[in-house]
């Protein structure tokens, strides 16, 4: 047999485990897995070097204008340029419903502009605020369209879905086949320590890790389970910042509820002491939930390598410094718009904090940032496997160190928390639907060649 292209001699690792052989692709598709397989138009030596599904990044926003206004910096062309650079082959960013709009045209509206401007597979997720009609009959609509997950915030004025509204959401979610994502925190927890904070004056960025404190995370979880079990939805923790979140998965899920949980590189590495700064310069780093300490990361990985976590995304929420700092020195905590750009180095960073210094096996990595993403969001094993059939969405790792500088990246941010940091580890190249998109520096990608992937 002949084959559109083959990758010789790779050390082929997926969720299942390790082989060493030949993957050979007809058609964009995985045609074939073993050793000693026929010639092909193009041909890869893969020899020593891992070959893993390409990553699945179930938590990005892209395009996304935020509940204050601002509009993401990347868009579904410069964010999924970037993952693909770092080795992602699937996006899955949101259709972000605002209060009073239509959920029916925020997700036409995503879906065109995605369609137009993706460079890598997607699916969509759609964030509901709203759940007055006729968001219910909306729904049913959009959803049977293939949407991965609806997304609700248990906090955020502008943002919250409460109580009865809640679990009608999940309820329906439920019905439609598609897990319900939260955004765990509790309301007041966060509200009240805000208003404290800002009643003394006190408005740096230690003000906002104070108010998103970890037991708010704690509470949030808790509520988010409760809720998901008396709706007997499939629930999707987000973000998760602490091991005692974990914990409560862990219990839901012994006693039978459907729930997974989902953390970020930025929980794995970086450190709550970057709010203790000025707010210039602890900008870059403030997101919800916040960076946590030294005992949280501890706790994070030994749960990554007990299976108690589920997915590493990486929530990629790029925010220039602008709109960091609307104001300046003088922005107050409660005005800095929240989160990380993380999409290109999500893989580079686990593999670096999980894999080559930690407890990981390389298999493991693969479950985290390419499985079980898939899985979550319907996708799997299309993608997300180096299973025959699926789709030829491919890495090739490079284990060697190497620096971030923001400036050898390819997303529109201007700046990124990891400047200066050594990691180990990169995508030295990508496969996607068969194309080599990326080959070292050098890259193959333009808007328009994603495609949409729906929830199987
Ligand atoms: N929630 C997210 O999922 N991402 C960024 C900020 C937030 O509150
Ligand atoms: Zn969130
Ligand atoms: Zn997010």
Same mark, same amino acid.
């Given at each position: 047999?002949?084959?559109?292209?083959?990758?010789?001699?790779?050390?082929?690792?997926?969720?299942?485990?390790?082989?060493?052989?030949?993957?050979?692709?007809?058609?964009?598709?995985?045609?074939?897995?073993?050793?000693?397989?026929?010639?092909?138009?193009?041909?890869?030596?893969?020899?020593?070097?891992?070959?893993?599904?390409?990553?699945?990044?179930?938590?990005?926003?892209?395009?996304?204008?935020?509940?204050?206004?601002?509009?993401?910096?990347?868009?579904?062309?410069?964010?999924?340029?970037?993952?693909?650079?770092?080795?992602?082959?699937?996006?899955?960013?949101?259709?972000?419903?605002?209060?009073?709009?239509?959920?029916?045209?925020?997700?036409?509206?995503?879906?065109?502009?995605?369609?137009?401007?993706?460079?890598?597979?997607?699916?969509?997720?759609?964030?509901?605020?709203?759940?007055?009609?006729?968001?219910?009959?909306?729904?049913?609509?959009?959803?049977?369209?293939?949407?991965?997950?609806?997304?609700?915030?248990?906090?955020?004025?502008?943002?919250?879905?409460?109580?009865? *509204?809640?679990?009608?959401?999940?309820?329906?979610?439920?019905?439609?086949?598609?897990?319900?994502?939260?955004?765990?925190?509790?309301?007041?927890?966060?509200?009240?320590?805000?208003?404290?904070?800002?009643?003394?004056?006190?408005?740096?960025?230690?003000? /906002?890790?104070?108010?998103?404190?970890?037991?708010?995370?704690?509470?949030?979880?808790?509520?988010?389970?409760?809720?998901?079990?008396?709706?007997?939805?499939?629930?999707?923790?987000? /973000?998760?910042?602490?091991?005692?979140?974990?914990?409560?998965?862990?219990?839901?899920?012994?006693?039978?509820?459907?729930?997974?949980?989902?953390?970020?590189? /930025?929980?794995?590495?970086?450190?709550?002491?970057?709010?203790?700064?000025?707010?210039?310069?602890?900008?870059?780093?403030?997101?919800?939930?916040?960076?946590?300490?030294?005992?949280?990361?501890?706790?994070?990985?030994?749960?990554?390598?007990? +299976?108690?976590?589920?997915?590493?995304?990486?929530? /990629?929420?790029?925010?220039?410094?602008?709109?960091?700092?609307?104001?300046?020195?003088?922005?107050?905590?409660?005005?800095?718009?929240?989160?990380?750009?993380?999409?290109?180095?999500?893989?580079?960073?686990?593999?670096?904090?999980?894999?080559?210094?930690?407890?990981?096996?390389?298999?493991?990595?693969?479950?985290?940032?390419?499985?079980?993403?898939? *899985?979550?969001?319907?996708?799997?094993?299309?993608?997300?496997?180096?299973?025959?059939?699926?789709?030829?969405?491919?890495?090739?790792?490079?284990?060697?160190?190497?620096?971030?500088?923001?400036?050898?990246?390819?997303?529109?941010? +201007?700046?990124?928390?990891?400047?200066?940091?050594?990691?180990? +580890?990169?995508?030295?190249?990508?496969?996607?639907?068969?194309?080599?998109?990326?080959?070292?520096?050098?890259?193959?990608?333009?808007?328009?060649?994603?495609?949409?992937?729906?929830?199987?």
């Amino acid at each position: 047999m002949s084959f559109d292209l083959v990758i010789r001699n790779g050390r082929l690792v997926d969720a299942a485990g390790e082989s060493t052989g030949d993957i050979g692709v007809s058609e964009r598709r995985i045609a074939a897995v073993g050793t000693e397989l026929g010639t092909a138009a193009r041909e890869i030596d893969a020899a020593g070097a891992y070959v893993m599904p390409g990553g699945v990044d179930s938590h990005v926003h892209l395009g996304q204008l935020s509940s204050k206004g601002d509009m993401t910096a990347d868009d579904f062309w410069t964010g999924s340029r970037s993952a693909a650079f770092g080795g992602t082959t699937t996006v899955v960013p949101f259709a972000a419903q605002h209060r009073g709009t239509s959920i029916r045209a925020v997700v036409d509206d995503a879906m065109e502009r995605a369609a137009a401007e993706m460079t890598i597979d997607y699916g969509m997720h759609l964030i509901v605020t709203d759940w007055r009609d006729p968001a219910p009959t909306e729904f049913a609509t959009v959803a049977a369209a293939g949407l991965a997950a609806a997304k609700i915030y248990l906090t955020y004025d502008r943002l919250k879905v409460a109580g009865n *509204q809640a679990i009608e959401l999940m309820q329906a979610a439920g019905a439609a086949g598609l897990a319900v994502m939260v955004h765990a925190e509790d309301d007041a927890i966060v509200g009240w320590g805000r208003d404290a904070r800002v009643a003394a004056g006190r408005l740096g960025a230690d003000s /906002h890790a104070h108010s998103h404190s970890r037991g708010a995370e704690w509470s949030g979880v808790a509520q988010a389970i409760a809720l998901a079990e008396a709706a007997g939805a499939s629930l999707y923790l987000a /973000h998760i910042s602490t091991p005692q979140a974990i914990d409560l998965v862990r219990a839901a899920r012994e006693r039978g509820v459907d729930v997974v949980a989902e953390t970020c590189p /930025h929980y794995l590495i970086l450190d709550e002491a970057a709010y203790g700064d000025p707010i210039e310069t602890a900008a870059p780093y403030m997101c919800s939930p916040p960076l946590r300490g030294p005992a949280e990361r501890t706790g994070l990985l030994a749960q990554l390598a007990a +299976g108690d976590i589920a997915v590493v995304a990486s929530d /990629h929420s790029p925010y220039t410094m602008d709109q960091k700092l609307p104001h300046g020195p003088a922005t107050a905590f409660t005005e800095a718009a929240n989160g990380l750009p993380g999409a290109e180095l999500r893989l580079a960073l686990l593999y670096t904090a999980a894999v080559a210094a930690g407890p990981l096996a390389m298999s493991d990595f693969v479950r985290l940032v390419a499985a079980n993403p898939a *899985q979550v969001c319907g996708m799997y094993p299309r993608k997300g496997s180096l299973q025959v059939g699926a789709d030829a969405d491919l890495v090739i790792w490079d284990e060697s160190a190497w620096t971030v500088r923001w400036t050898d990246l390819h997303d529109n941010v +201007g700046y990124t928390p990891y400047e200066g940091m050594q990691l180990r +580890g990169r995508a030295g190249m990508v496969v996607a639907r068969g194309d080599v998109i990326v080959d070292g520096a050098a890259a193959t990608l333009r808007p328009g060649r994603g495609a949409f992937v729906p929830r199987d």
